[in-house]
């Protein structure tokens, strides 16, 4: 495990960002710079991060930062890292983008990581269109309210990580801002290994789902007691990690019922709705074991 | 050296001359030989480029996009749909002020599905603040394509070179190929490019001035290319128009791409029979031969293979904001079907009695 004293202690997130009190994605960011420091070249699709990163020369990220269209992330990775490696540039291109830009730009995550194009990907999955104001998206959660689901979202949740892992990437994991010691030793792994790299991180959203913004971290950590985000890398095999591990043992999770009844989104839910989202929670623990 | 290519090996021939050093591409037909030979090229070793099979036209643009940014020198080709399914990178490369380089093989847009020549397609391009050229024969092709990364490089604006479907794309003709380009283009200085340990944003949120600078400072730069193409130092010269018999010309025929082959020898026709009539062929559509169009002291006539509903002929409505003359705009050729020799003669021939009308047939 990495010791966080002994990362650099240069600041990539500089002071006075424009993101929300209580924005996971910050956390995340800070992590980021910690550990690939100024070998970090940021590819932004559409989205908080957009916001996060300032406006004009007030710029908060001290990463060299391409902006790009919503659905080109990776894509765009994937010129650059061409130009790294042909002009010598000790670079990794980190496509920084949100669950909304991995529905849109779906096809560029697959197409990259067939290609085994040298980047990695972290998607900070806050689990809806947070910057256009809570709308559902692909991984957002069973029955979540958003402002296009406001009787609780109906379709299914997509598995991102798993997609990738059958992509057969060359480094899978999942990540929690709650578990940020985790999420750090994944991307000190990530950055040694060469090809695409995928990270899905968990990022509580404290407007979107409605929570106080002191409260992120906590979230996040209740999400990972109850069962519901699971914390595993895929580095040759496929392993679930040390936070999570517990909760394989379903008698040892945290009831759902306490994650769900933190959160604004989930206040129309009835006590039935909560047993249906806890088999979908089962069936995933059968997926990984 | 003299070969014998089509359109689309001439425009591969230009890149491989180029030493473009990144490819990204997705196939659609009648585009798809030009990176198909690309592909080959990189496989024999000819070509010292990344040839990079991305998921979708969207990607390619936003891969050449990225390959741009970080500095190398980069291409891509397209047709109609895919030119439609990159539009959105169209516009973030040319804001981003990023030198590349796209072959338009020109093709209609559906339903019905239709692979033949209609110049619509290109013509989505017009607003963006890529420079839009536009190529009569696969000499054009070759010779378009390597003057593009010359410019482009020079004023920090994409290059879209345009050849009609299957008539110059997949024509074999034969092409004088350079030998070698003698520092016809040498390796640029860009003014950003994007790289670990330098801090820069590209692209993020600004002031609502800022858009609006961005814009004013691509047409400066619009407004130089003009100069640059006369002046390119390229083993042909070339200007933003080709002017075909237009002295003393009492009717001019502007049109641009294949076809104006054959409008030629309509003009050669009629002049043998005595009336005064000329070519005035668009080379470049963006920046726009103004100065030429200004000039004009005659009947105009312009021929459009493309088409706005609503309101006309692309071409011919952009003629008319711009000459000091009368001008007649005719659409033709919609969809790929054929005008010959012949239907322009007869076409000048009304034209020149006054007797025609907006459509042809």
């Not at chain 1, 070998?39 to 710029?59: E, M, N, S």
């Not at chain 2, 072959?103 to 391009?125: C, F, K, Q, S, Y």
């Not at chain 2, 030998?179 to 600004?206: A, H, Q, W, Y």
Request: proline share 4%; with cysteine; glycine share 8%.
């Amino acid at each position: 495990m990495v010791a966080i004293k002994d990362l650099s202690k240069e600041k990539f997130v500089l002071p006075g960002t424009t993101a929300c009190q209580g924005c996971p994605h910050v956390l995340g960011l800070k992590a980021l710079g910690m550990v690939l420091g100024d070998r970090a070249v940021l590819v932004v699709p559409a989205g908080c991060t957009t916001i996060i990163a300032g406006l004009k020369d007030r710029a908060s990220l001290k990463f060299p930062l391409l902006h790009v269209p919503f659905a080109s992330g990776p894509a765009v990775a994937t010129g650059l890292s061409s130009a790294f490696k042909r002009l010598g540039k000790y670079g990794i291109p980190v496509v920084w983008m949100g669950d909304g830009a991995s529905d849109i730009g779906f096809a560029t995550l697959s197409g990259a990581c067939i290609r085994k194009d040298d980047m990695i990907v972290i998607v900070s999955d806050n689990e809806a269109y947070m910057n256009t104001g809570i709308q559902a998206s692909g991984t957002t959660f069973w029955k979540a309210k958003t402002t296009t689901s406001p009787a609780g979202k109906k379709e299914e949740k997509k598995d991102l990580a798993l997609i990738m892992l059958m992509h057969r990437a060359d480094y899978v994991a999942t990540a929690s801002v709650g578990y940020l010691q985790d999420f750090i030793s994944k991307l000190e792994r990530a950055k040694e290994i060469e090809g695409f790299r995928f990270i899905h991180l968990h990022s509580p959203c404290p407007p979107g789902w409605g929570f106080d913004s002191s409260e992120t971290v906590e979230i996040a950590r209740m999400a990972v007691k109850c069962g519901a985000w699971i914390l595993w890398e895929f580095d040759g095999e496929l392993k679930i990690s040390a936070p999570s591990r517990p909760y394989a043992d379903k008698s040892k999770r945290l009831p759902l019922k306490e994650y769900i009844r933190a959160q604004r989104r989930f206040r129309h839910l009835s006590d039935e709705d909560i047993k249906e989202i806890e088999k979908k929670i089962d069936e995933q623990w059968k997926a990984l074991k | 050296m003299r070969k014998i290519l089509t359109g689309n090996y001439a425009v591969a021939e230009a890149v491989k001359l180029a030493d473009v050093e990144f490819i990204a591409a997705y196939p659609i037909t009648p585009q798809t030989t030009i990176v198909e030979r690309l592909a080959e090229m990189v496989e024999r070793g000819e070509l010292n480029a990344e040839f990079v099979r991305v998921e979708s036209e969207h990607s390619a643009l936003a891969a050449v996009y990225g390959a741009s940014a970080g500095g190398l020198r980069a291409f891509t080709a397209t047709s109609s749909h895919g030119l439609l399914y990159m539009y959105e990178m169209c516009w973030w490369v040319a804001n981003s002020r990023l030198p590349v380089v796209m072959a338009v093989v020109t093709r209609t847009i559906g339903p019905p599905w239709n692979i033949h020549t209609e110049h619509t397609d290109i013509l989505t391009l017009r607003d963006t603040g890529w420079i839009i050229a536009m190529s009569e024969n696969a000499q054009e092709a070759l010779d378009l394509t390597l003057l593009g990364f010359k410019i482009a490089e020079q004023v920090n604006l994409p290059f879209a070179i345009g050849l009609d479907g299957f008539q110059v794309s997949h024509t074999a003709e034969v092409v004088d190929v350079p030998e070698s380009l003698d520092g016809f283009l040498p390796k640029r200085e860009r003014f950003f490019v994007i790289e670990p340990g330098n801090p820069i944003t590209v692209g993020g949120l600004t002031e609502n001035e800022c858009s609006m600078t961005i814009r004013k400072e691509m047409a400066k730069d619009m407004e130089r290319v003009g100069e640059l193409v006369r002046n390119s130092g390229y083993v042909r010269d070339y200007d933003l128009v080709e002017e075909y018999r237009m002295e003393d010309a009492e009717y001019v025929v502007i049109s641009m791409g294949a076809w104006c082959g054959d409008m030629k020898d309509a003009i050669d026709i009629l002049r043998e029979k005595g009336v005064q009539i000329g070519m005035l062929r668009l080379r470049f559509v963006r920046p726009f031969p103004k100065e030429f169009v200004e000039k004009l002291d005659c009947k105009v006539l312009v021929v459009d293979r493309n088409y706005s509903v609503g309101l006309g002929g692309i071409i011919a409505t952009e003629v008319k904001s711009i000459a000091n003359c009368d001008v007649h705009g005719i659409v033709a050729g919609l969809g790929g079907v054929d005008v010959g020799v012949d239907d322009f003669v007869s076409m000048f021939r009304k034209f020149v009695r006054g007797e025609l009308k907006g459509w042809w047939p």
